[in-house]
């Protein structure tokens, strides 16, 4: 299984860099991007677990990037980071879906915190969304028995056809 991916997105160079660091010492792969527009054309190319999202933004800010990333890619967990942000800033981007808010300087211990609970929030999303599509197959044939696989075997011989009345 891959190991979870995270994406920083910051202006400042030296906070992606030192995230970049941290966050792969500790085993995640992580990439980062400097500003919005980038950001969302990472998001397409691969898909990302945990986006760390900088409020402050050249171009598109931080809360434009995290309403585009909740119509793009859902599932993705977000924490915001800014140093300058006020707490109705916090609140909007919470009430657009953002998974947390950390302020900076960022404390070591409490990233790496927020990121392990982002990644346990995303892998219970997904192993949620797949037990929803289990439950709403009508029809599921279970086993791998012979005669079991001798009735898929007559099934799709007789599928492509249509009955005559």
Same mark, same amino acid.
């Given at each position: 299984m891959?190991?979870?991916? =995270?994406l920083?997105? *910051? *202006?400042e160079?030296?906070? !992606?860099?030192?995230l &970049?660091?941290i #966050?792969?010492?500790?085993?995640y792969e +992580?990439a980062g991007a +400097?500003d919005?527009?980038?950001c969302l054309?990472? %998001?397409?190319?691969r898909e990302f677990?945990?986006?760390l @999202? *900088?409020v402050w #933004?050249?171009? %598109?800010d931080g =809360?434009?990037?995290?309403e585009r990333?909740?119509? /793009?890619?859902?599932?993705?967990?977000?924490?915001m980071i800014s140093? $300058? +942000?006020s707490i109705e800033? +916090?609140?909007r981007a919470?009430?657009?879906?953002?998974f947390?808010?950390? /302020?900076?300087? @960022?404390?070591?211990?409490?990233?790496l &915190?927020? !990121?392990?609970?982002?990644? $346990?929030q $995303?892998?219970?999303e &997904? /192993?949620?969304?797949? @037990?929803? /599509?289990?439950i709403?197959?009508?029809?599921? %044939?279970?086993? *791998?028995?012979v005669?079991?696989q001798a @009735?898929?075997q007559?099934?799709?011989?007789?599928?492509?056809?249509?009955a005559a009345s």
């Open positions: 891959s190991r979870p991916a =995270i920083i997105v *910051d *202006d160079p030296g906070v !992606v860099s030192s &970049l660091g #966050l792969t010492d500790v085993g +992580a +400097a919005g527009p980038e054309a990472r %998001m397409k190319e677990a945990v986006v @999202l *900088d #933004l050249p171009e %598109m =809360i434009q990037v995290l990333i909740r119509q /793009e890619s859902p599932l993705a967990s977000v924490i140093g $300058h +942000a800033t +916090a609140v919470t009430k657009l879906g953002a947390d808010f950390v /302020e900076k300087p @960022l404390s070591l211990e409490k990233t &915190l927020v !990121v392990k609970n982002a990644l $346990h $995303h892998q219970l &997904l /192993e949620n969304r797949k @037990l929803r /599509e289990q709403n197959q009508k029809y599921v %044939m279970i086993g *791998d028995s005669p079991m @009735l898929r007559q099934i799709r011989f007789a599928a492509p056809r249509t």
